[in-house]
Structures are given as C-alpha cells and as structure tokens.
C-alpha cells in the first residue's frame, strides 16, 4: 500500500528543488556551473534559500527512497526490483542522455562560455562532451540505481536480521545517528563533480531502508515533531549564519558536523511533520505525484535555457529573468513530461517508461 505522506513529502521537496535551482543559477556566492550574479546588489540575501535547503533536500529523497524502496520488496521479487530500478533510474540517466539531455549538455556548455573551445576537437568527442555535461540533475537516479542494486546482495547477507532489529531503534537512538551520517558524509565523495557523495547518501538511503520502514520508528519522528521542527530551525539558521557567502556545496563545509547534523534533524522533522501532517490524498496531489518524476528529470532545461536566452545578455531586468526562470522550469518539467511520456519508444529512452505511465 503506498503512503501518501511519502508521496507528499517527494513533490514537495522537488518543488523546493526547483526554486533552488532558480536561485542557484543566478547565486553571488561564486557556486560554479551556473550563470552567476545578474544583478548589481552587493550581498543577495535571498540566496540564503539555497544555504538553507542544500544540507537536506536530497538526503530526505534517498531516505524516502530507501522506505519505498523496502515497500516494493515486500511485494516483488529482487529481480522484478533489478529491472524496473534499472528501467526507471539507469537507462533515463545512461541512453537519455544521447537520447535528449544532450540538449541540457549543449545549453550548459554555451552559458559557461566553453562551447566555443568545443570546436578545437573532433566531432565525435565534442558529442560525447555534450552529451555527458547533460547529466544535470540526473546524477541523483544514477547514484540511486547503484545504492538500488547494491541493495540485493545486502539482503541476501542480513537475512532481514539488520531490518528487524531496527524495529527497536528508539529516540536516542535516532538522535545518536546523526554521528554515523557525519562519518559517512567524510567518505566516497568524488572529486570536482561534488554531488555524488556515495558515503552520504548511502547512509540515507539504507537507513530508510532498514530503520525509517518501520512504522513504529516514523511513530517516534511524528511524536517528537514537536521538538525536532525548532531543532531543525536552529541549525539551519545557524548554518546560514556561518557559512553564507561561502561554497556550501564543497568540501570542507559539506563534510562538517553543523552540514550533517543540520541534514539529519531537517530529514527528520520532515519525514515526522509529513507523516503527521501530509499522509493525505486528493486529485492534486495525485497529480503531482504522477508528474513529479518529469518535473525532476525535466525542470533544470527550463531554467538554463531561460539563464542562456535573457540572462546572460544583460539586457533584461533580474526580476523578470528570476520570475521567467521559475516559469520555466515548471513549464519544461510538466509539458516536456506530458509530451515525450506518450512517445512510445522514445519515453523508455528518455524516462524508462514502456506500455503505461506510473507514479515514480
């Protein structure tokens, strides 16, 4: 049976993620890969935003994914979960970058101004260049379907003893974990390309798994809500208040102790709020749910391409590239999803859809 809070909790944060986005494309904090500052002010105290939701808005995603994730195999078998993790995370992310997100690839060498050196190299490695500069926000189900796979021979070793064993795990325990996601925060992070944090994600998306399944542990985060939410808020203020103007997205500040226990507590007080207060369903809720996959895979488009067209020419007013940008990256997720899911052939390459579309 599938839980609506999850459901909720996933659009939500992916709309987060957008807004992000449109904020971190213009940032003045100098956070490369993004067109950077459009406007004249000395200090863009909104960007404060990103600072504020970076730590936690993935790490909530891998752990929601590790619960549903357990959900799925109670149901299925590990090979039915292989291939549709594989269907649905890996060919998106591996053929769909040759077969669409190479335009993202494109877009993203021409607002970095290196587009131009492209033209030095065979053709050939120039495409390949594009096409792998088109992963964007993809990297997100590409670390997915690894964590997914290696999830099968992990089960095969525990034998569910991990799993029910974490039934037991109680609020100091839970507090206590914040420890472990620090460690795991300082390991399997590859250079240069920051996001893929293999260390840090793994811990969210296992413990969602073996821990954050059990409803008798989301019962201890909906009991606590109460503290957790202040919690949270203090540390993501006080985040904000340390490290803004700085590279929240590199090392060493996505390795320190305030990053990971802000993450932690933020998760937390998310996954206690929404199953307290969003495990509901209504028409618009299913209809996010149903296109949050495309709003995620597709919205980044919308935005760089609005970045590439008024942006960087200067010539239009910020707060009209800022609100374009928004629209944008709403629009591309939803029509580009409503367009190329129907395309059959095609909307397996691009988002591992075959016969039927299917909530993520």
Not at 132 to 140: A, D, H, K, M
Not at 180 to 207: D, E, H, K
């Amino acid at each position: 049976m599938r839980k609506s809070y999850l459901d909720n909790i996933r659009w939500i944060t992916v709309v987060l993620v957008v807004i992000y986005h449109v904020l971190y494309m213009y940032n003045a904090e100098g956070i490369p890969g993004t067109l950077g500052q459009i406007t004249d002010l000395s200090v863009q105290y909104y960007d404060m935003y990103q600072y504020f939701v970076f730590p936690w808005f993935m790490f909530v995603l891998f752990i929601v994914s590790g619960i549903c994730a357990r959900s799925y195999l109670t149901r299925r078998s590990e090979r039915e979960f292989i291939r549709t993790r594989t269907a649905k995370l890996l060919v998106p992310s591996t053929i769909g970058l040759f077969a669409f997100q190479f335009i993202q690839g494109l877009i993203s060498a021409k607002l970095a101004g290196g587009f131009e050196s492209l033209t030095q190299v065979p053709l050939i490695v120039r495409y390949l260049i594009i096409v792998v500069s088109g992963t964007g926000v993809l990297w997100y189900i590409q670390v997915l379907w690894v964590l997914s796979i290696l999830l099968v021979p992990i089960r095969k070793i525990e034998k569910d003893r991990l799993w029910k064993a974490s039934a037991k795990v109680n609020t100091p325990l839970i507090i206590a974990m914040a420890v472990p996601v620090w460690a795991a925060a300082q390991i399997l992070n590859t250079p240069i390309i920051t996001v893929y944090r293999f260390g840090f994600y793994a811990a969210a998306f296992y413990l969602g798994y073996f821990v954050f399944s059990h409803e008798e542990v989301i019962g201890l985060l909906r009991k606590h809500f109460v503290w957790m939410l202040p919690a949270a808020l203090v540390l993501g203020i006080s985040f904000c208040a340390v490290y803004f103007g700085k590279n929240y997205a590199d090392a060493p500040i996505n390795r320190t102790m305030l990053f990971t226990v802000y993450a932690w507590f933020a998760s937390m007080a998310v996954l206690g709020g929404g199953a307290k207060y969003l495990d509901f369903e209504t028409p618009f809720t299913r209809w996010m749910t149903k296109h949050n996959f495309g709003l995620y895979v597709f919205h980044y488009l919308g935005i760089s391409l609005v970045a590439l067209l008024l942006g960087k020419s200067g010539k239009v007013h910020p707060a009209v590239v800022y609100a374009c940008s928004l629209v944008a990256g709403f629009a591309a997720g939803y029509l580009l999803y409503e367009i190329i899911s129907r395309i059959p052939g095609y909307r397996w390459a691009v988002l591992g859809i075959k016969k039927t579309q299917k909530a993520p």
